[in-house]
């Protein structure tokens, strides 16, 4: 197996923000069985090394593509950009103005009446702004708009890292 | 990673955090995001008549390396005018709070913030 290979070439997907997500899996779990290191014991170091290198090359790619967020990441730098360059902080102000919204809505949660009800809708919220998100990107991205699939992409950074904050506080405060 | 004892100072005793009347026509506010960790940061600068900063606010939903940098500009830029806060550079606040390598972007994050403010400050001039 080649490992240079770009990971949807991998798994026979073509190069797309949508893709079949079952056959994502059976396609990754039939390649992590064909290459187990486990299956290389008694074959040359070679072989045993090459094993563990496609494993982990495999593992990578399952995780890069089974995620939405890190698909289109993933997907604008094989078209050559880099939609995270820690150089670019410049984003739409009324998108700025709804984070920090949101991230006071996180800190006054501890404050609330009704916690679970209050984190749950919230929760409800940034699940809808991410698929609304992620529906633009796939617009962009198929119609090669790659400017407006990576302000998507960048946007949809923010959202994952709200509901990781959220998951958190919902382990502080409803335990 | 440990940090350093000026990013921890800055970070246990913010200075300087809070909100100003955005629609103050002697108030500029900057915001800024970096995807690359989700921390957004909201810096605003009030300047008086003679075009000196007299007083710098700021809000930043961060790592301690972000809100210790914001935390550090709102210091300096009291007293500054608004050529002399421009000058200021990420590579000013990473030395001045020994970042590490990777946090540097914390320091760009607030370099742009200030920017941001006196755009915003001269726009409604």
């Known amino acids: ?175 | 990673m440990a940090y350093s004892e000026q990013v921890l100072d800055h970070y246990e005793n913010p200075r300087n955090v809070g909100k100003m009347d955005e629609t103050d026509a002697h108030v500029g506010t900057g915001m800024v995001g970096a995807p690359a960790c989700g921390d957004v940061m909201r810096l605003q600068i009030k300047v008086n008549d003679a075009g000196i900063i007299e007083d710098a606010k700021f809000k930043t939903y961060g790592c301690g390396s972000a809100i210790a940098s914001s935390s550090l500009v709102t210091e300096w830029m009291k007293g500054m005018t608004l050529d002399q806060a421009g000058e200021i550079r990420n590579s000013n606040i990473s030395e001045e709070l020994a970042l590490p390598p990777v946090k540097i972007h914390c320091s760009v994050l607030a370099e742009d913030a200030i920017k941001a403010a006196i755009v915003n400050y001269k726009s409604k001039q």
């Not at chain 1, 080649?2 to 190069?15: A, E, P, T």
């Open chain 1, 1 to 175: 197996m080649d490992i240079s290979q770009d990971f949807f070439s991998c798994y026979g997907l073509s190069r797309d923000f949508a893709i079949d997500l079952d056959g994502l899996r059976q396609a990754h779990r039939h390649l992590q069985q064909q290459h187990h290191p486990d299956r290389f014991v008694s074959q040359p170091d070679s072989d045993q090394r090459q094993a563990v290198q496609i494993t982990a090359y495999l593992n990578q790619a399952y995780a890069t593509l089974i995620e939405p967020l890190k698909r289109g990441i993933y997907l604008l730098q094989l078209h050559g950009m880099d939609p995270l360059v820690p150089t670019n902080t410049s984003m739409p102000l009324d998108f700025l103005l709804q984070q920090i919204e949101q991230q006071e809505r996180l800190e006054d949660m501890h404050q609330a009446q009704d916690p679970e009800t209050e984190m749950d809708t919230m929760a409800f919220e940034l699940q809808t702004q991410a698929s609304q998100l992620e529906t633009e990107f796939a617009q962009a991205y198929s119609s090669a708009q790659f400017e407006a699939a990576e302000t998507a992409v960048r946007k949809l950074q923010f959202i994952v890292k709200l509901q990781q904050q959220l998951n958190t506080l919902e382990g502080v405060l409803l335990d």
